[in-house]
């Protein structure tokens, strides 16, 4: 329980404790709601920074996690080939939205590598080439971790995407469309994920946000959009189906064109804005 992981990070432990309740937390506006707010509760009960985490080397990539409506494998499991396969578009577009929230939350955020391409994981790898001992302890009724420790792609044209430039090989494959995903391609696209990363961090330190305060908006307190505020800073991410209605301008949009001088925002998004005087 959460109320426990505290007890590893009082004045005489550690500095910190990875957040795995938030971590596993399945997409919907009353989870997240929750898990953050016993996050905050436990943690300030012994005086340490709360810690926020949405991917790792042991879990599913949480852009493909987002992908499926919440019918994901367990900790410690991967998605194969055989099983039902995630909406790409759909996981990036919910995982840069999921993204942004976190980076509004004060304490600590770990970032996993790949994450800020959006990379997926690679649900397609074939039996001869996992490298998981849970694949192998298990005779394959387990599929693994390899999903999520695909290793990244850095050029779009070369060989292993410039992982490798002595083999050209990678030691998990890469699927042969991750070129749309490489740093490369990325850098060149101001909409990228990556560049997504790069200005929600500069924002964050700007607004002293992992510094800052945390108060819920009570008109917001039930349904389907999650919205708090953080400093001068107000954050809605819409959960729900339908577009609701935002109070002010953005300073910074999960995915562009979705807010802005419609006054609204669309589900699956979310945004960072100017605290209305």
């Known amino acids: 329980p959460v109320e426990r992981v505290a007890d590893w990070v009082r004045e005489d432990e550690m500095h910190q404790a990875f957040n795995f309740h938030y971590l596993n937390c ?41 992908a499926m409506n919440n019918k994901i494998a367990r900790h410690g499991d991967g998605i194969g080939p055989d099983d039902v396969q995630p909406d790409t578009k759909l996981g990036l577009t919910r995982g840069r939205a999921s993204t942004l929230m976190m980076l509004a939350l004060p304490g600590g955020v770990y970032l996993y590598q790949g994450e800020e391409l959006g990379l997926p994981d690679n649900t397609m790898i074939a039996p001869q080439f996992r490298q998981d001992p849970t694949f192998y302890r298990t005779n394959g009724e387990r599929i693994g971790r390899d999903g999520c420790r695909v290793p990244l792609p850095w050029t779009e044209n070369d060989d292993s995407f410039g992982f490798s430039v002595v083999t050209g090989q990678s030691w998990l494959p890469q699927p042969l469309d991750w070129a749309k995903y490489s740093r490369e391609a990325q850098e060149k696209d101001s909409d990228s994920t990556l560049n997504l990363y790069k200005k929600a961090l500069l924002l964050r330190k700007e ?31 819409n959960m729900g189906t339908e577009a609701v209605a935002v109070p002010t301008f953005p300073v910074l949009l999960s995915s562009e064109g979705f807010a802005g001088d419609n006054g609204y925002l669309e589900a699956d998004h979310a945004v960072w804005m100017e605290l209305p005087q």
Request: charge should be positive.
């Open 26 to 66: 399945q997409w919907g506006a009353a989870p997240i709601r929750k898990v953050i707010t016993d996050s905050l509760a436990s943690f300030d009960s012994v005086g340490a920074p709360t810690t926020w985490v949405l991917s790792n080397h042991d879990k599913v990539r949480h852009t493909t996690r987002m």
């Open 207 to 237: 607004r002293n946000l992992g510094g800052g305060s945390f108060a819920w908006m009570p008109e917001y307190s039930d349904g389907d959009v999650v919205a708090f505020v953080n400093g001068k800073t107000l954050i809605l991410m």
